[in-house]
C-alpha cells in the first residue's frame, strides 16, 4: 500500500485521493509581493518592487513547487526579468502554505538585484467558518 502526503502534511492512504482537500493542493497558485536589495545605477542606489501570480504546481502533492516569469517596476528608464521557482510548500498549522522564493534578477544597466521573499497563502478567502473574528 502507498503512502504519500496529504496538504495537511500529514501522511495519508492514497485512498484518501477522493477527499476534497486532497485536491486542494493540485490546482492552486499564489500571489506574491516583495522589493529588491538595492544596487546602484550610475551611483545612485535603487531597488525594485516585484509583484505578481505565480504559475499552477509543478511536482509532487506536499513537495510542490511554483515557477514565477514577471518582470519589476521600472527605476530611471531600467527593469529587471525574474524567471524563477519557488522552494517546496511551507505548511502551516492551519492546512495551508506559503513558498519561499530566493534568487538574482536578469542584469540590466550593468547590474542585477538580489531577493527573498515568500509567496501569500493559498486560497486566502477560504476561512472555515468555526475561524472568522
Same mark, same amino acid.
Given at each position: 500500500? #502507498?503512502?504519500?502526503?496529504? =496538504?495537511?502534511?500529514? !501522511?495519508?492512504?492514497?485512498?484518501?485521493?477522493?477527499?476534497? =482537500?486532497?485536491?486542494?493542493?493540485?490546482?492552486?497558485?499564489?500571489?506574491?509581493?516583495?522589493?529588491?536589495?538595492? @544596487?546602484?545605477?550610475?551611483?545612485?542606489?535603487? =531597488? /525594485?518592487?516585484?509583484?505578481?501570480?505565480?504559475?499552477?504546481?509543478?511536482?509532487?502533492?506536499?513537495? %510542490?513547487? /511554483?515557477?514565477? @516569469?514577471?518582470?519589476?517596476?521600472?527605476?530611471?528608464? !531600467?527593469?529587471?526579468?525574474? *524567471?524563477?521557482?519557488?522552494?517546496? @510548500?511551507?505548511?502551516?498549522?492551519? #492546512?495551508?502554505?506559503?513558498?519561499?522564493?530566493?534568487?538574482?534578477?536578469?542584469?540590466?544597466?550593468?547590474?542585477? %538585484?538580489?531577493?527573498?521573499?515568500?509567496?501569500?497563502?493559498?486560497?486566502?478567502?477560504?476561512?472555515?467558518?468555526?475561524?472568522? *473574528?
Amino acid at each position: 500500500m #502507498g503512502y504519500k502526503y496529504n =496538504n495537511r502534511g500529514r !501522511h495519508s492512504n492514497e485512498n484518501d485521493e477522493g477527499n476534497e =482537500n486532497y485536491y486542494r493542493v493540485k490546482n492552486h497558485n499564489h500571489e506574491f509581493l516583495s522589493s529588491t536589495d538595492y @544596487a546602484k545605477d550610475e551611483g545612485v542606489e535603487h =531597488n /525594485h518592487r516585484i509583484a505578481g501570480v505565480t504559475g499552477p504546481p509543478m511536482g509532487p502533492g506536499k513537495y %510542490h513547487f /511554483h515557477k514565477i @516569469a514577471v518582470f519589476t517596476d521600472t527605476f530611471d528608464d !531600467h527593469f529587471h526579468k525574474i *524567471c524563477d521557482t519557488t522552494g517546496p @510548500a511551507l505548511w502551516l498549522s492551519d #492546512g495551508k502554505h506559503i513558498h519561499l522564493v530566493e534568487g538574482t534578477t536578469e542584469p540590466e544597466d550593468q547590474h542585477d %538585484h538580489d531577493y527573498f521573499f515568500t509567496t501569500l497563502i493559498q486560497d486566502p478567502t477560504n476561512v472555515p467558518e468555526d475561524r472568522n *473574528c
